[in-house]
């Protein structure tokens, strides 16, 4: 697992340089979209039932404010809309860098 040795926010992108000098940026919006918490994905019960969860909505003027590094697998986003719940494991970064043009 890759895991980013500088995280800085730049303008509207959050910007990553990973231990294999690999570099991520990231637009806020885009991060946000991406949130994998609870409140935005929903959750599903031991039956398989999914519960909560956001429609798909455009977060164009969402900021970035904030960051926190968790443990060793993770970075937690305070966005200027409230949300700050989703923990972005280092993969789901890497994954999202990976697939920006």
């Known amino acids: 697992m890759h895991t980013p040795q500088d995280v800085q926010l730049i303008g509207t992108e ?7 000098g690999q570099e991520s940026y990231l637009s806020f919006a885009t991060l946000r979209a991406a949130s994998p918490s609870a409140e ?16 798909p909505r455009n977060f164009s003027g969402v900021e970035v404010t904030g960051w926190e590094r968790i443990g060793n697998y993770a970075l937690r986003f305070d966005f200027s809309d409230g949300h700050r719940t989703g923990l972005y494991s280092y993969e789901l970064l890497r994954s999202l860098g990976e697939a920006v043009p």
């Open 14 to 20: 959050v910007a990553l340089r990973w231990d294999d």
């Open 40 to 55: 935005v994905r929903g959750e599903r019960d031991i039956f398989g039932q999914q519960y909560g969860g956001e429609a």
